[in-house]
């Protein structure tokens, strides 16, 4: 993913798509991530887990993360491969650390 800067007005560019400047994707582009698919289904099933202890709904999740429900519900069975930013929006709108969930996935067995 490189950045690009046209005018006034900053973009990603990565995989032929533009994207509009935000923070989180700047820090996802100055921060080069290598993930094991081992430590992605675990974050993924402390995402799930969360959710779930948080009593909150697939659905509602989604409009928190401003996703479809139908992409909350691929991302937790696992027939999508999330991006970083995926899992970055689905953690925010949880009000957990995705750092610190990385972390505590990549620490387990």
Do not use: C
Request: aromatic share 4%; net charge positive; proline share 6%.
């Amino acid at each position: 993913m490189a950045g690009v800067f046209t005018a006034s007005h900053p973009v990603i560019q990565k995989q032929g798509h533009i994207w509009p400047y935000s923070p989180q994707r700047q820090a996802l582009t100055v921060l080069s991530v290598d993930l094991h698919a081992q430590t992605v289904t675990r974050v993924i099933a402390l995402l799930r887990e969360e959710r779930q202890k948080q009593g909150i709904s697939q659905e509602t999740l989604a409009k928190m993360a401003e996703m479809s429900r139908t992409g909350i519900r691929h991302v937790e069975s696992g027939q999508f491969n999330p991006t970083l930013y995926t899992l970055l929006k689905i953690a925010t709108a949880l009000k957990v650390s995705l750092p610190r969930l990385i972390g505590r996935a990549e620490k387990q067995p």
